[in-house]
């Protein structure tokens, strides 16, 4: 499958089960420096140390490993709990609170000069697919996740990972959040949001994976595919295209009530698509084919939110 320079997983980091402590006997440099313990020896980081103990993973934490954790400062976890209407810690549902804990873990370690702008996994797990969340890491300016939290203190190591202070809670991500947080999607963004729209297409991308029409499954076009779609109409910019005809498109673009990831797809597969049917296919190369015969490469895969996944392509999808 072809693959999209920034917006791909580079970040290749599988996923492992949280692993419970161990004994060890040299229990000295054990117990002095896992990541809780850092975490515990740290002024600006009780509010964490307090949550994972409510959410009782004290002891994944203190396991083997190794772990990068992006650990939410007591200021994060403050705005977190104001933003949501929380009191305290202890009015935040524990599966909840270990899900958004969860979600800034990361499987290996991983210092500084490790990352780069793509796509990983955290250990936090998919309302809609029951697989791991996508976290999009973006190291243009700093080093941001998505486009939410920014790393205040790095590499702070411990004996089993790393850990990162970030500047604010990352919560749990859905379509809208990567779709704006991804620079590759910024075409897209700007037409979802025009306007003149008469749907709403950032609140119906929010919905939770519980709520119909949620799960969704989103064929997301870069930026170049949009330029593309300038050229082949001979338009100057999307404000040419009439608001009737851009809502179709963009739902050919969406499919309700499913998390397809790339493993679902198969040849001469009917997609059905908020505003009608295309065709996808695999056998060289993953690619869906619209009404009208145009092919769209898929590019990139199964970047994996709580209420769908998204799909890069590199051409709009028409009626």
């Known amino acids: 499958m072809k693959k999209l320079f920034k917006i791909i997983p580079i970040l290749l980091i599988s996923l492992t089960t949280l692993q419970s402590c161990n004994n060890n006997d040299d229990e000295n440099v054990e117990d002095v420096s896992t990541i809780v313990n850092l975490a515990v020896d740290s ?13 009782n993973l004290v002891s994944a934490l203190n396991g083997e490993g190794p772990f990068t954790v992006l650990a939410p400062t007591n200021d ?9 209407n ?13 899900k958004v804990l969860l979600n800034h873990v990361i499987s290996g370690s991983l210092i500084s000069t490790d990352l780069s702008t793509g796509y990983a996994n955290t250990l ?23 486009g939410v939290s920014s790393v205040s203190a790095a590499d702070i190591l411990a004996v089993n990972g790393v850990i990162h202070k970030v500047d604010a809670v990352i919560g749990l991500p859905n ?7 991804d620079p590759n999607f910024s075409t ?3 037409a979802l949001t025009r306007s003149d729209l008469t749907t709403d297409f950032v609140g119906v991308l929010s919905t939770e994976a519980a709520t ?19 050229t082949e109409l001979n338009v100057a910019s999307l404000l040419e295209i009439d608001e009737p005809t851009l809502d179709v498109v963009l739902k050919y673009h969406v499919v309700g009530g499913a998390n397809v990831l790339d493993s679902n797809l ?24 619209d009404s009208s015969g145009r092919v769209s490469d898929i590019i990139a895969t199964n970047v994996q939110a709580n209420n769908g996944v998204i799909h890069a392509i590199n051409k709009v999808i028409l009626p």
């Open 43 to 55: 002024a600006d980081l009780t509010s964490l140390v307090a949550a994972l103990d409510r959410a």
């Open 76 to 84: 994060a976890f403050a705005a977190f709990l104001s933003a949501n």
């Open 86 to 98: 929380f009191n305290s810690l202890e009015d935040v549902p524990v599966d909840i609170l270990t």
């Open 124 to 146: 936090a797990t998919s309302a809609a697919s029951q697989t791991p969340l996508s976290i999009y890491v973006n190291t243009s300016n700093g080093v941001r996740f998505n």
């Open 175 to 181: 379509i809208v959040t990567f779709a704006t947080a």
């Open 188 to 190: 897209l963004v700007s």
């Open 212 to 230: 119909a029409p949620a799960p969704f499954t989103v064929f997301a076009p870069i930026n170049d595919a949009f330029n593309r779609l300038l």
């Open 266 to 289: 198969t040849d001469n597969l009917t997609v059905s698509t908020l505003s009608g049917d295309i065709t996808a296919d695999i056998t060289g190369g993953a690619r869906l084919t």
